[in-house]
């Protein structure tokens, strides 16, 4: 195999992308890399007239790589196989769109994404000696919590198919049609892997906490107090974060209205704030990654916001007008130069890691707050 093929391959099987896209062919290398199965890589040799008779299947991808087929067969190659698997999905959009909205509550049961093994390790195996109690908990609680988990990971992915393929239409953006480790698509040559995501509550904390205000839980906890609203303690953060905004929004009163208006007109000014310089939640982003996902490559955080109620944000993944308008435009202004310009610098495990990174925020109910 040629020397800089297997340097290549070396540098993206060790997720070492800063090195693999300073080098000139590295981009070129992650288009190929995205037809690398036997099947495409034969048709595209048939593409550019590239005998591949006698050649075994493990050594195909290098062989085209040696052969530098030009850039544009390989783009147009690329964007024929997405329109056909395009058409093929957009055949069901309309219907699948249907579905998600049959999606009435976003809850995820107490067991969270990417934990749900330990979670089910901790609650149930580790704490529960009695095999009458165990099997009791099962029918009781972790049914219902197994239901909400697999609901809302049915909603993710969906969402995000349809997400990725708002992306993937527009004429700036190169998609990716196979496998390819950390990256969805390209934009103006740039890889970027895509992040859907909402507002992060940590985050939030840390604006507060730089201004000075109690984090939102205390404050509603206060409230609660103040006003004589019962709450028990004894619940998982989440729950009672859940509980108590919902008591104190539905609670009959002039002092909860006052309060509930200056406690969402606060969450919308940080909003805005962060919308106007991203970097530092791009970074905070970057450095709170866990610790078995974590990696520096380059990221599109695509951030959803309801400033009218941010619990309710999840709703933003299937508006589909909403999100092709917001994020049509923001490709429609951005340039390679744009591109070039977001690199980024963050700190994981006291080791500094560079990357690129863009953010685009869809924010409805701007005008109330």
Same mark, same amino acid.
């Given at each position: 195999m040629p020397p800089d093929f297997n340097a290549l391959r070396k540098l993206y099987d060790n997720g070492q992308f800063v090195e693999l896209l300073r080098n000139p062919d590295g981009v070129y290398w992650l288009k190929l890399r995205s037809i690398s199965r036997t099947e495409l890589l034969r048709r595209f040799c048939q593409h550019i007239g590239l005998a591949y008779e006698g050649i075994p299947a493990?050594?195909?991808?290098? &062989?085209?790589?040696?052969?530098?087929?030009? /850039? /544009?067969?390989?783009?147009? !190659?690329?964007?024929?196989?997405?329109?056909?698997?395009?058409?093929?999905?957009?055949?069901?959009?309309? #219907?699948?769109?249907?579905?998600?909205?049959?999606?009435?509550?976003?809850?995820?049961?107490?067991?969270? &994404?990417?934990?749900?093994?330990?979670? @089910?390790?901790?609650? #149930? @195996?580790?704490?529960? &000696?009695?095999w009458k109690k165990l099997n009791s908990a099962i029918e009781n609680e972790l049914h219902a919590s197994m239901r909400g988990y697999v609901q809302c990971s049915w909603y993710n992915h969906w969402s995000s198919i349809i997400i990725e393929d708002i992306f993937k239409d527009h004429p700036a953006v190169?998609?990716?049609?196979?496998?390819?480790? $950390?990256?969805?698509?390209?934009?103006h040559d740039f890889p970027f892997d895509l992040k859907v995501t909402y507002f992060p509550d940590g985050y939030m904390g840390v604006l507060r906490k730089a201004e000075g205000l109690r984090p939102e839980l205390m404050e509603l906890k206060a409230f609660c107090k103040r006003e004589g609203i019962f709450f028990e303690t004894d619940k998982p953060t989440s729950v009672l974060f859940s509980e108590l905004l919902a008591k104190v929004s539905e609670y009959?009163?002039?002092?909860? +209205?006052?309060?509930?208006?200056? !406690? $969402?007109?606060t969450r919308a000014r940080l909003i805005r704030q962060t919308i106007k310089n991203p970097t530092a939640? $791009?970074?905070?982003? #970057?450095?709170? &990654?866990?610790?078995? +996902?974590?990696?520096?490559?380059n990221r599109f955080f695509l951030i959803l916001a309801d400033l009218e109620n941010l619990e309710e944000s999840w709703k933003l993944k299937r508006n589909? $007008?909403?999100?092709?308008?917001? @994020?049509?435009s923001h490709l429609d202004a951005i340039t390679s130069k744009a591109v070039r310009n977001l690199r980024l610098e963050f700190t994981w495990k006291e080791e500094t890691y560079e990357t690129c990174a863009d953010a685009l925020f869809v924010v409805v109910n701007q005008k109330r707050y």
């Open positions: 493990r050594e195909l991808l290098a &062989q085209v790589y040696n052969h530098k087929p030009n /850039k /544009k067969n390989l783009e147009s !190659f690329i964007r024929e196989l997405y329109r056909i698997e395009r058409a093929k999905r957009k055949d069901n959009e309309d #219907y699948l769109i249907s579905q998600l909205y049959q999606m009435k509550v976003f809850d995820w049961g107490g067991l969270y &994404q990417n934990s749900l093994e330990q979670t @089910i390790v901790d609650n #149930y @195996i580790k704490k529960i &000696q009695s190169l998609p990716v049609t196979g496998l390819v480790k $950390k990256v969805d698509f390209f934009i009959p009163s002039k002092a909860a +209205r006052e309060f509930m208006a200056a !406690f $969402k007109a939640l $791009k970074v905070w982003l #970057y450095e709170n &990654q866990g610790l078995r +996902r974590f990696d520096a490559s589909k $007008k909403l999100l092709v308008n917001a @994020i049509h």
